[in-house]
């Protein structure tokens, strides 16, 4: 992991625990690197609500809340995966962070609402299930809700990803939003660019790393404002 100069948040829990949350690992620290990085462009302007999509441990929200640093930016975060949200809302309370945990796949009912006012997620956080699997894995990953689901990602590591560009990711960003997803060579990063691109986002890919046997990538995109 590289030098960051906002701290890596405090995580309260037990080894015996990461038996059923997601353990940070390089790709979490990659994620927190990217957006260590791009600190003076998240600070800048009013961001009023940033959303993680698998929030898992809680680890990235909190150390997005930390370089964000604005009281008045509202922190959500979803997970299907009850072990995760309890241990989101740990998360915050060790790092004096209110981060809000959400037991839903997605954004749920966030995505309609969002895209009714004409966009109002300012920054949106995804580590999605990358890896690839038979669909049927997948599905039955994300059905039981337990640690599975944050790893499956169905034949080309994607579906979830998918979805979400499908559900109109352009018009669910604030003008100005910002997404930052992470991805694996596998999954094909420069694709996710393009199609991201071709719904209006500026969207390139921030910062890559390999780790292991691994190329684990971070793409940004923007909705102009």
Partial sequence: MAAVSTPTPELPFSRAEYAHIYEPAEDTFLLLDALDAD?????????????????????????????VGKNDCAHLCTDINPHAASATARTGSANSVALSPILSPLL????????????????????????????EEEAAAQAAGGIAGAWAGGATGTNLVEALLEDGLETI???????????????????????????????????????GGEHLFVIRAQRPR
Avoid: H, W
């Fill in 173 to 211: 960003l604030a003008p100005g939003g910002l997404f930052y997803l992470l991805a694996l060579r596998a999954n094909d990063p420069p694709a996710l660019v393009a199609k991201m691109q071709a719904k209006g986002l500026l969207a390139e890919i921030a910062m890559q790393r390999r780790a």
């Fill in 108 to 135: 749920s009912s966030l995505s309609s609402r969002s895209r009714a006012a004409g966009g109002l997620i300012d920054i949106l956080l995804f580590n999605p299930p990358y890896v690839p699997t038979t669909a």
């Fill in 39 to 67: 600190a003076a462009l998240l600070r800048d302007g009013s961001r009023r609500l940033c959303v993680e999509i698998g929030s898992g441990s809680g680890c990235v929200s909190a150390f997005a809340a930390a370089v």
